[in-house]
């Protein structure tokens, strides 16, 4: 599979190799949320885990100053942005690398459904310990699964084990 000798390189395989599918199905024009949720579909059936729109705090000295919600998060170790561009555009790239700051660090994917389908890997601070403030959220302090409320919890295709 691709990429698998990366630092979470089967994920992010597995999740181009469904970007690639969905966009086959689905094409381009369609809003970022209908290719979203497309290809949540698409990761679910394969038996990946699944956040959308996973809310991360972003901190400054200690203190909590903002909060934003990826567009999604996989198996709790691959943070993905979905674009619908021309092409991958250099804000996209800042605003993902932010958002793996904000989670701690490590791997992120931007996901085109342009014209054409493009994809970028992208790496922040340790990649072999992805999303770390991310997955403490997730989880919470004893390791219970913290985030009730969030709009769509992580969950596995009920079809896979």
Known sequence: MHGTNLPHGET??????????????????????????ALAIVLRSKGLKVGIEVPLQVSFRGQIIGEFSADMVVN??????????????????????NYLKAAGGGVGLILNFGRAPKHKRLVMGDPLNSLPSLRNAIRGPAGQQANQGSPQPLERSPNKS
């Open 76 to 97: 709790e170790t691959v943070l993905v942005e979905i674009k619908g561009t021309t092409g991958i555009e250099p804000y996209a790239e800042a605003q993902l690398l």
């Open 12 to 37: 992010t395989g597995a999740i181009i190799q469904a970007f690639h599918e969905t966009y086959e199905e689905l094409g381009s024009g369609f809003s970022e949320k209908v290719s979203r949720n």
